[in-house]
């Protein structure tokens, strides 16, 4: 009986893996043509109000969804951790989509690989986790693989870059919170919530740059707040599935869909500088998870 019941136990398992990695890719894939939509709409409209709008879209769209599961999924019994999470979101919607303004669309999301090492440092300092050697060696690793790809003194320091960074110290942030909302609420809740407090704290920034946006990029913005639902709900269900450790590798397919939409849309060629950046941060990123995982 024992038998039956462990093998039992990996056949639904594995299933779960592998819809781990199928939301990841999923989501990879919705990230990069989201970047690209935000940065083609920010060309012309401000960051703050396009960020707005993409939490005001993404909340209708899902509403629908929400009535038809019914109003269960307002129940939570963490209300003041989604408070914390929406004015977190709010902040690295801000943020992300200034910096996806300012900067080409490879090389903000090589940066935001680095999140994984905010994540490791901000567990160190917070939740007073162990420091290990490979844990300081893969967040050195990390800042030298960003390093390379920002190259301050060679190249005019971007502000974009750093608000990228700072994007990914705040998504983070997220993860853990969104880990731990994850054992009490469904994926559907969490994504709700964040619509519902991301939306009028991004309103409040949208209101003194204000311009009525055209029928175009009403259209685009749409398609945004689509795609952000879309991310939200396979990344909060994927880290349901699967740990961090084999979800990441999948993760990297985002610079491949960065690269090829960013040269697509608008004839960027993400510079060798990018992609060897990237390369050092997601390796640097991989380690991390993989001792955490080790000392688990």
Known sequence: MGRIRSAAHRLIARPSAARGMALVLIAAAASGAMNVCVRHVAAEMHPFEAAFFRSLFGLLLLLPLTLHHG?????????????????????????????????????????????????????????????????????????????????????????????????????????????????????????????????????????????????????????????????????????????ATTLMPFDFTKLVWAALLGYLAFGEVPEVWTWVGGAVIFAAAGLTLSERRSTE
């Open 71 to 243: 109003l269960r999924h307002l129940r939570t019994p963490r209300p003041v951790l989604h408070v914390i999470r929406g004015a977190i979101q709010a902040a690295v919607v801000l943020l992300t989509f200034t910096g996806l303004a300012m900067v080409p669309v490879a090389k903000v999301t090589a940066l935001q690989f680095t999140m994984p090492l905010f994540a490791a440092l901000l567990a160190i300092v917070f939740l007073g986790e162990p420091v290990h050697a490979r844990r300081v060696a893969a967040l050195v690793v990390g800042l030298g693989g960003a390093l390379i790809i920002v190259r301050p003194g060679l190249v005019p320091l971007n502000v974009g870059s750093v608000l990228v960074l700072l994007s990914a110290a705040g998504v983070a942030t997220l993860v853990i919170i969104v880990k731990m909302l994850g054992r009490t609420d469904s994926s559907l809740t969490i994504t709700l919530y964040m619509g519902l407090f991301t939306t009028p704290v991004t309103l409040l920034f949208a209101v003194p740059v204000w311009r009525n946006p055209s029928l175009a990029e009403l259209g685009w913005l749409v398609v945004i707040g689509a795609l952000t639902i879309v991310i939200n709900l396979c990344f909060a269900q994927a880290v349901k599935e699967a740990d």
